[in-house]
Nanobody, 119 residues
Framework: QVQLVESGGGLVQAGGSLRLSCAASGSCFRILVMGWYRQAPGKQRELVASITTGGTINYADSVKGRYTISRDNAKNTVYLQMNSLKPEDTAVYYC?????????????WGQGTQVTVSS
């Protein structure tokens, strides 16, 4: 199994910054992708950003130019630097990792961390 521990959420004013971290432990022999999703009240969970082991990065259009995802493969940790935050960025942010096990991809989710941006 894989355990994910997230940290870094909180309350910030519009225009401010936050940095989220997600550390994976357990059976992390072959992590394929690490990423962040978010879910605002009444909305579906959506992809924010993802990064593969090889460094391929994908961002949601709504965060391009403001958010930066990075990872430390040696520490099995993924980070999300969020700048120029807007009230519409308010959501619970979830870390997700995809681990190859028995030749199949398996998804693991963190418990979520609240990000609240005040206007």
């Amino acid at each position: 199994q894989v355990q994910l521990v997230e940290s870094g959420g909180g309350l910030v004013q519009a225009g401010g910054s936050l940095r989220l971290s997600c550390a994976a432990s357990g059976s992390c022999f072959r992590i394929l992708v690490m990423g962040w999703y978010r879910q605002a009240p009444g909305k579906q969970r959506e992809l924010v950003a993802s990064i593969t082991t090889g460094g391929t990065i994908n961002y949601a259009d709504s965060v391009k130019g403001r958010y930066t995802i990075s990872r430390d493969n040696a520490k099995n940790t993924v980070y999300l630097q969020m700048n120029s935050l807007k009230p519409e960025d308010t959501a619970v942010y979830y870390c997700k990792v995809v681990v190859l096990r028995n030749f199949l991809p398996n998804d693991y989710w963190g418990q979520g961390t609240q990000v609240t941006v005040s206007s």
